[in-house]
């Protein structure tokens, strides 16, 4: 017999027309929840738009563009690659001073 995990939960996702069945940790099922909820927000407002003039398949591409915008900008703003390279050039040029001393 298969062992079953304890970390792990089967929901079902309602993602515009489709139900989906995911696997998940069960510690991220708010997670899951929520990205569901932003997917058929995303395609609602594009469906309400363009409604009779554009597909669905072009709908849900246009929400999942939106989407991955977010992210990106929000990825973007927590970048912190610049933030690091200064903080290395910084205790480069201390580390230089020091060592003239």
Do not use: C, W
Not at 2 to 17: F, G, T
Not at 59 to 72: E, F, G, K, T, W
Request: hydrophobic content about 35%.
């Amino acid at each position: 017999m298969a062992e079953v995990n304890k970390e792990e939960l089967h929901i079902k996702l309602h993602l515009y027309d489709t139900d989906l069945t995911v696997i998940i940790n069960r510690d991220e099922e708010k997670l899951y929840r929520d990205a569901g909820k932003l997917i058929n927000e995303a395609v609602n407002t594009y469906a309400n738009i363009f409604k009779g003039q554009k597909g669905d398949k072009e709908i849900l591409y246009m929400a999942l563009v939106d989407i991955a915008l977010r992210y990106q900008r929000e990825y973007n703003r927590n970048d912190a690659q610049p933030y690091n390279d200064i903080l290395d050039k910084l205790t480069s040029e201390i580390e230089s001073a020091l060592n003239k001393q």
